[in-house]
């Protein structure tokens, strides 16, 4: 890989006085270089091509089902734009595939924690309101034993 800094003072050295066409100059070598090494870098991205009449006739969808869509689908290789059901499910693939912090943020917020799950099942309990009921009869019954005055003992025994 060519040094850009070093390619800059060699500019200089060379004659070209100003700095501005120095670093011009050290910029085109760079990219010359880097499309002869790594040409994938100046390939049009997957997205750039879509045309909205791609999408035109698919329904609508929600965000939640384009990002599950887009889940479902993110190791697949072999999934195109024409696959998807909507643009923004295709937006949110193609930006999984980029970018790993991303789909790692999508993960954190779609896979529940552990106490997240451990409070909805017990909301839930296949329907049925027991841990409901049984958390207001424990409420209303320290309630009440608030409200029961205890005789009161004395600090000191007389002697």
Known sequence: MPDYLARVRENKADGMTSGGLAHLEAKKHFIAWLEEKEPHIFEVPNWVSLRKKDFENKKPITVKQAV????????????????????????????????????????????????????????????????????????????????????????????
Do not use: C
């Open 68 to 159: 599950d869509w887009a889940l479902d689908n993110v190791n697949f290789k072999d999934v195109d734009a024409k696959d998807a059901p909507s643009q923004l499910a295709w937006l949110y693939l193609d930006w999984m595939r980029i970018d790993d912090a991303f789909l790692k943020d999508i993960l954190k917020r779609k896979v529940p924690n552990l106490a997240m799950k451990k409070t909805t099942e017990r909301i839930v309990d296949d329907g049925r309101e027991q841990f409901t009921l049984i958390d207001k009869l424990k409420t209303e019954t320290q309630a009440d034993n608030e409200d029961t005055v205890l005789p009161s003992v004395p600090q000191k025994l007389a002697v």
